[in-house]
């Protein structure tokens, strides 16, 4: 077993670690001592003496006007990290309650540019079983380029189904006729409406894409918000 690595899972330094076994070897002993042994500049084992200090594993004391430290026993060190996890315990109920307001409340995160916009259709990939899009077909084809027949390629590998409204175009037609051969269900609306972007819903989360001057995406996560925004895409859907 390496006692070095285990020590820095615990949550030591390197230099820490070398210092505490060092003192564990030769006993209660002064700075310059502790330096030679663990052949480090005195500067930095005061420095990290502190630390090991303020985190419990030695100890300091003062023997004729000279500043001593010891090991403290690995048994004690056992002690501390039991109490430490004891006192978390204590308070898990509390936790878990902050924990669950908190998976209650809405999320948002903003995206801005093409590649992290990419990153948020990435994002529909690696979570969405099924999703919904709105939106306009020329948008995404002419912001997304290349990118865009990589989505459509992964999401069809992911077995990913798409139920789309699109604004009625040549483009969106053409969509419609191949939705077959790419999981994709579409239907058209008019087009006498104008705006430029895309809404995709997918589980608890709903991201908007904003593609005219701006490249722009939000994303929120909340099930009261996307079983909204479902509603009324399954309202349109019924409709057309």
């Given amino acids: 077993m390496n006692i070095e690595k285990t020590l820095e899972e615990y949550g030591l330094s390197q230099k820490e670690s070398l210092i505490y076994l060092a003192l564990l070897q030769i006993g209660p002993s002064s700075v310059q001592k502790i330096a ?9 084992v005061y ?9 419990g594993f030695i100890n300091r004391y003062l023997k004729r006007k000279i500043k001593y430290f010891s090991a403290q026993e690995p048994r004690h060190i056992i002690a ?5 996890v004891n006192a978390i315990k204590n308070i898990l109920p509390e936790l878990e309650a902050i924990s669950c307001v908190s998976l209650h409340r809405p999320s948002v995160r903003f995206y801005q540019g093409k590649k992290q ?12 079983k099924e999703a919904l899009c709105f939106g306009i077909a ?22 990913i189904p798409l139920r789309v409204i699109l604004r009625d175009s040549p483009t969106a037609r053409d969509r419609q006729r191949l939705g077959s051969q790419h999981l994709r269900d579409v239907k ?49 859907w019924d409709l057309l």
């Fill in 138 to 159: 020329e948008d995404l084809l002419c912001v997304m380029g290349e990118y865009h027949d990589e989505f459509l390629k992964k999401r069809i590998k992911n077995k």
């Fill in 36 to 44: 030679q042994k663990s052949d480090l500049p005195r500067s930095t």
């Fill in 188 to 236: 058209l609306m008019s087009n006498k409406y104008e705006f430029h972007g895309l809404t995709y819903v997918w589980k608890n989360k709903v991201a908007m894409f904003s593609l005219a001057n701006d490249f722009v995406a939000v994303v929120t996560e909340s099930k009261e918000l996307a079983d909204i925004e479902k509603a009324k895409f399954n309202n349109l």
């Fill in 80 to 84: 501390l990290a039991e109490n430490k």
């Fill in 47 to 55: 420095e990290v003496l502190d630390d090991l200090t303020n985190k």
């Fill in 117 to 128: 916009m990419q990153m948020v259709l990435d994002e529909i990939l690696d979570e969405a």
